[in-house]
């Protein structure tokens, strides 16, 4: 055995009936906001035993559950409990990687690494997280040669379940999977297996590494066949893309006055989080959906900057050619992306277009940083504020633990 994967059950819906012994034993929806018009962003098992499922709108759920309760989102109250179950998981092993909110995965070494052993550690940890945090709280836990087999291991036997997916028996249980239940393989890549003629994962099971490396388009296929075999491959370094926000926007919110406003917070909280990755960003990106479910995409490049303010003016550009073309509509849905990133220690500032008064405009973003770090970013905003904002909180966050300033948002 080389890993161990945690995965929480239904860890956002879990989270509430843990904290809230009357959701116990019923239907729960976590939602994002309490609207007929949005979806779920997580169901409890006794919600899913209906049908309903992360994703499914409202109206579908409540066709699907006519009892579904629908509980408003606490990330911060997902994170807390996070840090706390990562704290226990400690206390047994050593984390190696924080794969997501709900999921952390261990390296095994040593004697850990016997079957015997792994199973030991893994129902360790079961039972330190039924003591510090709560048995209502449950993970399932996979065992496997490299961490890409223990994630679908994990999956085997939820909730509450603990599998072991030896190399020298595969493929075994991965027969009973669809290809889409496993990591990286999702519509367009079923799309190109199935023009390839690979409808199932015994079709996939069989094919060579070169075959896979022509259907993925690279070495990406190669690395992939090691991995599905068993094989613990070193992770390569990534380059972040992307840095950005989106939020579905409670009815009060959907006005486009305060949809910009919205925007305008989720930009500054991106840009904040860009210059402590210590990148700039060569464009802007403004994405809304309508009511209607119509969409606009606004794209703006620039010299890389971190530059708040200089981003604000140019998220004011793509608002202008949004309302142009789009009228009032209400807005359902929007979201920005800083993209084009480069680490700001490789940026060279541009001799003949850097002007001098950009300067003091970094000096100035930094400057508000640290005092949103030390104080809360209520007590400094960039501009006008409507009321409506003051509690606009977080947005879920499924691929990344956000830090704790950013629920002051």
Known sequence: MGWLYVDFDSYFASCEQLLRPELRGKPVAVVPVVAETTCTIAASYEAKAFGVKTGTRIWEARKLCPGLILVPARH?????????????????????????????ACRLGGRDRSPEAALALAAAIKNKLADAIGGTLHCSIGLSSNMFLAKIAADFDKPNGLSLLLPEGLPGRLLERKLTDLTGIGKAMVARLEHAGIASIADLWALLPRQMRQIWGGVEGERYWHKLHGYDLPSLGTHRSTIGHSRVLEPRLRAPEFALYVARRLLLKAVSRMRHGHYCAGALELSVRFMDQSRWHGRQRIKASDDSFLFLKVLASLWEDLQDQRGAKPIL???VALSELLETEN??????????????????????????????????TVGYEPAALADLGTKIAFTRVPDASEFDM
């Open 333 to 335: 849905k929007i979201g």
């Open 347 to 380: 940026t060279t500032r541009d001799l003949f277009s850097w002007k001098p008064e950009a300067k003091p405009n970094v000096d100035l973003s930094a400057a508000i940083d640290h005092i949103h770090q030390r104080f809360g970013r209520k007590v400094l």
């Open 76 to 104: 911060d109250v997902y994170v807390r409990l996070h840090e706390q179950a990562r704290e226990a998981i400690e206390t047994c092993h050593p984390v190696t990687a924080v794969c997501s909110i709900d999921e952390i």
